[in-house]
């Protein structure tokens, strides 16, 4: 079935969490792909829903409003003052194209303050409850910063229905001191600097979430450099490339993501091709959407057999189902060469190259 077909009838957000974790939509499990921003550029809605997406970050009803219009949805951020948040939902919550509620973006982050939350653990668990007093059916969001102890997210787990972190790791080598951007210039803090990371910190999120949550995973869509307000360098704008976002996608689909969101493609240009790149990659995973929104399967899980390529093994081929889909990714910065021992390609030998990814249907 396709997005268009789900969304053929009229759009009404009926949204629960499964005790998977999968976010079901009026009665759907769905495998959900949104966006912070629409693209830049003439006519974004059509080019957004084109591309598979499902929901995008709406702030007004006029947003709300052209969401259901071009058959989206979208969520809204109430904050955590309780007076707010009163308003907020009785503005909104009759609204039928809104899926789920946002309280606080990254509230135990605090660039360069360590241990000092934006927003205490107690204040979002407050604001969670009273959406729920308020609207007890849409579930609420979390987004949390990738950095921070499972242990100190955890508390925040309270306050949330979906959770999500968000890594972005295509940074040129020697950019400038910014906002977000570590010492060594890089805004993840494990010493993978590569864009495997992004498996590294699913797993993370999914220790802080438990099994039961929601699990979105938020990607790149900007260059680091043109978040500068002032004195960009032209040198240092770098967007990842198609090979890149594919990658970073499908590997977090790998480690158990349950939906894939993008932020930043306000601050990308049209004349960029990042947001193509983004839509060619969301409209490959859309075609193995049942497969994506599937229960966990119970297939074994195949066996595969490593051939020296002059290079060590570092994380290797990761490899999951979901549903009656494999999906493989090379994790490592060198080519990886393996050959299936049990699945749909058994007995094949085959090169990944690096962070190169592979589908297979059983």
């Known amino acids: 079935m396709t997005r268009r077909t789900f969304l053929a009838a009229p759009l009404l957000a009926a949204s629960a969490v499964e005790s998977?974790?999968?976010?079901?939509?009026?009665?759907?499990?769905?495998?959900?792909?949104?966006?912070?921003?629409?693209p830049t550029g003439p006519d974004p809605w059509p080019?957004?829903?084109?591309?598979?997406?499902?929901?995008?970050?709406?702030?007004?009803?006029?947003?709300?409003?052209?969401?259901?219009?071009?058959?989206?949805?979208?969520?809204?951020?109430?904050?955590?003052?309780?007076?707010?948040?009163?308003?907020h939902v009785a503005?909104?919550?009759?609204?039928?194209?809104?899926?789920?509620?946002?309280?606080?973006?990254?509230?135990?982050?605090?660039?360069?303050?360590?241990?000092?939350?934006?927003?205490?653990?107690?204040?979002?668990?407050?604001a969670y409850r009273l959406i729920k007093e308020l609207d007890p059916t849409r579930p609420v969001y979390l987004n949390h910063s990738p950095t921070n102890l499972v242990e100190t997210l955890r508390q925040y787990n309270p306050g949330g229905d979906l959770l999500a972190t968000d890594i972005y790791p295509v940074i040129p080598h020697g950019i400038r001191s910014q906002y977000a951007l570590w010492d060594d210039g890089l805004?993840?803090?494990?010493?993978?600097?590569?864009?495997?990371?992004?498996?590294?910190?699913?797993d993370k999120m999914r220790q802080v979430a438990g099994p039961a949550r929601g699990l979105f995973m938020v990607l790149q869509g900007f260059a680091w450099e043109l978040l500068r307000e002032k004195?960009?360098?032209?040198?240092?704008?770098?967007f990842p490339t198609l090979a890149q976002t594919r990658?970073?996608?499908?590997?977090?689909?790998?480690?158990?993501v349950t939906g894939l969101i993008w932020w930043g493609l306000y601050k990308t240009p049209p004349e960029a091709p990042l947001w193509n790149d983004i839509a060619t990659v969301t409209r490959e995973i859309s075609t193995h959407a049942d497969d994506l929104a599937a229960p966990p399967s119970t297939a074994p899980v195949p066996e595969i057999q490593y051939h020296d390529t002059g290079h060590s093994l570092d994380k290797g081929i990761e490899y999951a189902w979901r549903g009656r889909?494999?999906?493989?990714?090379?994790?490592?910065?060198?080519?990886?060469?393996?050959?299936?021992?049990?699945?749909?390609?058994?007995?094949?030998?085959?090169?990944?190259?690096?962070?190169?990814?592979?589908?297979?249907?059983?």
């Open 47 to 87: 080019r957004a829903i084109a591309a598979g997406f499902h929901v995008v970050h709406a702030g007004s009803a006029d947003a709300l409003a052209q969401a259901a219009r071009h058959g989206m949805f979208g969520w809204s951020t109430t904050g955590s003052d309780p007076d707010k948040i009163r308003q």
């Open 20 to 38: 998977d974790g999968m976010l079901r939509i009026n009665g759907k499990r769905t495998f959900l792909l949104g966006l912070y921003q629409l």
């Open 91 to 126: 503005r909104f919550k009759d609204n039928p194209a809104l899926l789920y509620w946002e309280t606080e973006d990254e509230p135990s982050y605090q660039w360069r303050k360590p241990g000092v939350a934006r927003v205490s653990p107690e204040r979002i668990k407050a």
């Open 247 to 256: 990658f970073m996608a499908w590997q977090a689909i790998v480690h158990g």
């Open 187 to 202: 805004q993840g803090d494990y010493l993978d600097a590569t864009i495997s990371q992004v498996g590294r910190y699913a």
């Open 231 to 238: 004195d960009q360098n032209p040198a240092m704008v770098l």
């Open 325 to 362: 889909l494999l999906v493989a990714v090379n994790a490592d910065k060198n080519p990886v060469e393996i050959t299936w021992r049990y699945g749909p390609a058994r007995g094949k030998r085959e090169l990944f190259e690096p962070f190169g990814v592979r589908l297979y249907r059983s």
